[in-house]
């Protein structure tokens, strides 16, 4: 798994070619508390890096959730609109919010890697 981060707290697993998955970090999550309703964005959307492309709210807030990286929405995990938990159990994993096929793959180079990420939030 090949994984990079945002300054924005969202984490890219860039390891699929075809199409990067995009989640919220484990710092993100425990900042946010119990996760209560995600907002996704549409398949077939465009964003551009940084632009908000869904909403996650929890028992304390609610946050936008960006677009790390330009790119097409393919694919969005409705597992955790039906059972926001998810978010909470398997943040980095199962709890995932969607895939992106990446307009230039190459831009992942400008994201964190996991050590830059831990030293951000650190």
Known sequence: ???????????VDISNHE????????HAQDALGDVVFVDLPEVGATFAQ???AGVVE???AASDVYCPLDGEIVEV?????????????????????????????????????EA?????VG
């Open 116 to 120: 830059a990420y831990l030293a951000l």
């Open 19 to 26: 199409a990067a998955t995009v989640g919220i970090t484990l």
């Open 58 to 60: 929890s028992v304390k």
């Open 77 to 113: 995990n409705e597992a955790i609109v039906n059972d926001p938990s998810i978010v909470n159990s398997e943040a980095q994993g199962a709890g995932w919010f969607f895939k992106l096929k990446l307009a230039r793959p190459a831009d992942a180079d400008g994201l964190m890697d």
């Open 1 to 11: 798994m090949t994984v990079k981060y945002s300054r924005d707290h969202e984490w």
């Open 50 to 52: 940084g632009e908000v």
